[in-house]
């Protein structure tokens, strides 16, 4: 398993942007495969956005879509994400979260993964 910290949540206006990031200590990190997850209050964990190991395939959720992008960059063990035309609603604790296992073709957008971090606050509000 991988340890995550995730860090570069705060206060943002509608229609800003944010770019978020995570970075893991242990090895093997261009193994995992990796997500990034939110939680707002009252709500179930919600899976926004995953990568492949080789970062050729990638999935989002659809309140998403077309507004947040995943990146990862091996050398640092770091994965970012990188959110557009913020919306009220996407206000919550965002998790980066990873796994070994997987399919070639594939990432997951369901809590599956072993590896989680403590989250970070993002709040987007005038």
């Known amino acids: 398993q991988l340890h995550l910290v995730e860090s570069g949540g705060k206060l943002v206006q509608p229609g800003g942007s944010l770019t978020l990031s995570c970075h893991a200590s242990?090895?093997?990190?261009?193994?995992?495969?990796l997500g990034w997850f939110r939680q707002a209050p009252g709500k179930e964990r919600e899976g926004i956005a995953c990568?492949?190991?080789?970062?050729?395939?990638?999935d989002y959720g659809a309140a998403v879509r077309g507004r947040f992008t995943i990146a990862k960059t091996d050398a640092v063990n770091a994965i970012y994400l990188h959110m557009d035309s913020l919306k009220p609603e996407d206000t919550g604790v965002y998790y980066c979260?990873?796994?070994?296992?997987?399919?070639?073709?594939?990432?997951?957008?369901?809590?599956?993964?072993?590896?989680w971090g403590q989250g970070t606050q993002v709040t987007v509000s005038s």
């Open positions: 242990g090895s093997g990190f261009d193994h995992y495969y």
């Open positions: 990568i492949t190991p080789v970062g050729n395939i990638n």
């Open positions: 979260a990873a796994i070994l296992s997987g399919t070639p073709s594939s990432c997951s957008l369901e809590p599956v993964y072993d590896s």
